[in-house]
């Protein structure tokens, strides 16, 4: 069975960091573009970051880009976002994503999620 399973999610004041985690069993991250998404109360949700199969491209939101950064542990097969800087404007649930073909910013192309994480900033 694929699964996605995040962490990391906690609560921080503005200007702290928080690194999220998202563990994949059943699929190899190798094998697949990896994305972080966001989703505020009554907001859609948004594309946060994304990395290749390869790890060799990466794409960010322009909100968070020079903030956040998205990696990628082959060995682990767990994709991470480090967040810095963080702002209360971060607060949302975040999702990891798995999709099967190249990167994209669009969540409907992604073929698998997790349960998502809450991340709250406090002002």
């Known amino acids: 069975q694929m699964q996605l399973v995040e962490s990391g999610g906690g609560l921080v004041q503005a200007g702290g960091s928080l690194r999220l985690s998202c563990a994949a069993s059943?699929?190899?991250?190798?094998?697949?573009?990896m994305g972080w998404f966001r989703q505020a109360p009554g907001k859609d949700r948004e594309f946060v970051a994304v990395?290749?199969?390869?790890?060799?491209?990466?794409d960010y939101a322009d909100s968070v880009k020079g903030r956040f950064t998205i990696s990628r542990d082959h060995a682990k097969n767990t994709v991470y976002l480090q967040m810095n800087s963080l702002k209360p404007e971060d607060t949302a649930v975040y999702y990891c994503?798995?999709?099967?073909?190249?990167?994209?910013?669009?969540?409907?192309?992604?073929?698998?999620w997790g349960q998502g994480t809450q991340v709250t900033v406090s002002s």
């Open positions: 059943g699929l190899t991250i190798s094998s697949n573009t």
């Open positions: 994503a798995a999709d099967r073909g190249p990167i994209s910013t669009i969540h409907s192309r992604y073929d698998y």
């Open positions: 990395i290749s199969w390869s790890g060799s491209i990466s």
